[in-house]
């Protein structure tokens, strides 16, 4: 069973810059494949970014990319979000997800099989 535990949510102006945690326990890290995934209020759960299990690949959605890389430390057991340039649409709640199967990246819902509570985040303009 994973655990995940996000981390770094808050307020910040249009512009501006925050860094997303995601700490995972109860598996193996270096052998789940995560990503970030986020809701906004009204709407249903969309893809963010997500990154292989060694951390040499990774995807976005075209909405946050370059603007949101995705990394990981394998000693730590942490997978990071830093979300820069940010702007009122990306106000959600971001959620942290595992899974435990892809040997690559996963970037719909069903294929992950454990998720964290999630972090608020408000972009005010």
């Known amino acids: 069973q994973v655990q995940l535990v996000e981390s770094g949510g808050g307020l910040v102006q249009a512009g501006g810059s925050l860094r997303l945690s995601c700490a995972a326990s109860g598996r193996t890290f270096s052998r789940l494949a995560m990503g970030w995934f986020r809701q906004a209020p009204g709407k249903g759960r969309e893809f963010v970014a997500a990154?292989?299990?060694?951390?040499?690949?990774?995807y976005y959605a075209g909405s946050v990319k370059g603007r949101f890389p995705i990394s990981r430390d394998n000693a730590k057991n942490t997978v990071t979000l830093q979300m820069s340039s940010l702007k009122p649409e990306d106000t959600a709640v971001y959620y942290c997800a595992a899974d435990v199967n892809s040997m690559y990246i996963a970037t719909r819902m069903y294929e992950y099989d454990a998720w964290g509570q999630g972090t608020q985040v408000t972009v005010s303009s």
């Open positions: 990154i292989s299990r060694s951390g040499g690949d990774t």
